[in-house]
């Protein structure tokens, strides 16, 4: 079966960086987008990247650009995103998702917690 599994959280301090995996299986990994998305405490699930099958096209929000980058290892079958310059602002659960066959399929989530 489908499975997305995130890692890579943690406790970071303001400016800090962390680097989030997401290891897929039980899909043909290299032949889907994959996206990271966040939820922050009382908010809406949020879009913070995306990357194309291939990887030759990203696309990231507003409030990341710059500061965010997503890739993706095809032979590993793992996405990344390196997160640099971290506020409390992007403190949030941070999900791998994919989407086939008209059904979204998502990881357990990586805590990331942005404080002094």
């Known amino acids: 079966q489908v499975q997305l599994v995130e890692s890579g959280g943690g406790l970071v301090q303001p400016g800090g960086s962390l680097t989030l995996s997401c290891v897929a299986s039980?899909?043909?990994?290299?032949?889907?987008?994959m996206s990271w998305y966040r939820q922050a405490p009382g908010k809406e699930r949020e879009l913070v990247a995306r990357?194309?099958?291939?990887?030759?096209?990203?696309h990231y929000a507003d409030s990341v650009k710059g500061r965010f980058t997503i890739s993706r290892d095809n032979a590993k079958n793992t996405m990344y995103l390196q997160m640099n310059s971290l506020t409390s602002d992007d403190t949030a659960v941070y999900y791998c998702?994919?989407?086939?066959?008209?059904?979204?399929?998502w990881g357990q989530g990586t805590q990331v917690t942005v404080s002094s």
């Open positions: 039980g899909f043909t990994f290299s032949t889907y987008r």
């Open positions: 990357i194309t099958a291939v990887g030759d096209s990203t």
């Open positions: 998702q994919t989407r086939f066959a008209f059904v979204d399929y």
